[in-house]
């Protein structure tokens, strides 16, 4: 039986802008178990991004609750979810978001250090990392000097590098070719066999979303076919 690792319960959100409002999630219900890969697709302004960072404490509920490994992420303190943020979840963003003027290897390091870890430690995790997702080459390379799939791999090593128990990716192929695309799918599904972390991606890309362990789909903030569309 696969063991859960977080639920969402009942989540709704609802933008007020002046005298409009905008209900962008409707009672969504779902769960992740420890280890799985899930893909959540839909049309651009289906809700998905917004309850992936609801998910991710990135944004929080109008209602509902999120629950990870037993703690109700949305009743604990500010420190405490940032805490959660840092040493338990990863996070891979369509536009990488890695920090211009450091090197691949000082980006991927960067969050272990924020926990005040041992640099020579962290520096020598970083780089297996990198080599792992087949950068060990780039590590003295600021972004501006690798490609848009390097530097999409790169923030995959950075997600990594606390050993998170879940990664939530944005759109993680939406600024690459077809190729770097599905080379970056294919390092998710190995990492996360290898690893034993679950990912959640967000896309609306069927085809690749279909290699998942399963699917979701949302519509119009509306999460449908129940808990998901087995791959």
């Known amino acids: 039986m696969q063991e ?10 609802r933008y007020h802008e002046g005298s409009v409002d905008t209900q962008v999630l409707n009672s969504v219900d779902l769960q992740v178990f420890k280890g799985e890969q899930l893909a959540i697709v839909g049309t651009s302004g289906s809700g998905k991004s917004t ?33 959660i943020r840092n040493q338990d979840l990863g996070f891979i963003y369509q536009f990488h978001h890695l ?53 999409q791999r790169t923030a995959i ?7 998170p128990k879940l990664v939530l990716a944005d759109e993680p192929t939406g600024n690459l070719d077809a190729s770097s695309g599905e080379a970056v799918y294919e390092l998710i599904q190995e990492l ?24 979701v789909q949302m519509k119009d903030g509306v999460l449908l076919n129940g808990e998901g569309i087995s791959s």
């Open 157 to 163: 090593a950075r997600a990594l590098i606390n050993k």
């Open 192 to 215: 996360a066999t290898q690893l034993g972390t679950a990912f959640v991606v967000v896309t609306h890309d069927t085809k690749l979303a279909a290699r998942m362990d399963r699917q």
């Open 51 to 83: 309850l992936l960072h609801i998910m991710g404490t990135l944004d929080s509920p109008t209602s509902g609750s999120v629950n990870m490994l037993g703690e109700d992420l949305y009743a604990l303190t500010a420190r405490r979810q940032s805490a």
């Open 99 to 151: 920090l211009p003027e450091f090197t691949a290897l000082e980006n991927v390091s960067m969050p272990a250090l924020i926990q005040g870890r041992n640099k020579k430690e962290v520096e020598s995790e970083a780089k297996a990392l990198l080599e792992r997702v087949g950068l060990g080459h780039r590590l003295a390379h600021t972004p501006s000097e690798m490609s848009g799939g390097e530097r």
């Open 4 to 13: 859960l690792l977080l639920e969402v319960k009942g989540v709704s959100k």
